[in-house]
């Protein structure tokens, strides 16, 4: 699901704004870690950890496209170094801390700390975290300055088409891409490969 969603919520970001799917997903991930910490069987944990997966993968899907919203091609690079180091270093620093918390407070307590953790940060986006894509922001304007004087506004570039055909347009757009450059498809498949190892049962 980290590979699925962001091909899903990319685009969606990209019509909705990057804000209302950063907020949608964490909350929805956050308050999945409840029924996960409360699974009364395997196959429970597995199903809602899969959906977990879905949701979580939002900073993935969006976190580069909010980097580039915000800082300048000059600047992108160090900071996307900075970015990385999370879905790097996570699959790493992941299990060590886990199983501390596993062995000293069971396994159930990983996922109320993630609970927690998640609920915080979530809370602070609700009141802090602001839309960062410009088309947006524009559109937003443009909307606030019709209802004030009754005429139409618009910006260069403004997507116009209905939304059915933008949300699809959308979402077909990474596919196109991911199947049609090979380099977006070789760092792809070395990052699921590198991913995978780095899993504590990727070698199942």
Not at 158 to 180: C, E, G, H, N, Y
Request: glycine share 10%; proline share 7%.
């Amino acid at each position: 699901m980290l590979g699925i969603g962001p091909l899903i919520l990319a685009p969606l970001s990209e019509t909705f704004g990057r804000r209302k799917l950063y907020l949608i997903c964490f909350t929805i991930f956050t308050l999945l870690q409840i029924p996960t910490a409360l699974s009364p069987n395997v196959a429970t944990l597995v199903a809602v950890r899969t959906l977990s997966g879905f949701f979580g993968s939002v900073g993935i899907a969006n976190g580069g496209g909010t980097i580039s919203d915000m800082c300048t091609p000059q600047e992108r690079a160090s900071i996307f170094g900075w970015y990385l180091l999370g879905p790097l270093l996570g699959p790493t620093i992941g299990p060590l801390l886990g199983g501390v918390v596993v062995e000293k407070l069971g396994w159930r307590w990983v996922f109320w700390i993630l609970t927690i953790i998640c609920g915080i940060n979530t809370a602070i986006g609700w009141a802090f975290l602001k839309e960062s894509y410009a088309p947006i922001i524009l559109q937003r304007k443009c909307d606030d300055m019709e209802k004030e004087s009754g005429e139409k506004y618009s910006f260069p570039g403004q997507d116009v088409r209905p939304m059915k055909q933008r949300m699809a347009s959308s979402i077909m757009r990474p596919l196109k891409i991911l199947f049609t450059q090979p380099i977006v498809f070789t760092m792809s498949v070395y990052q699921v490969c590198l991913i995978h190892n780095q899993h504590p049962y990727g070698t199942v």
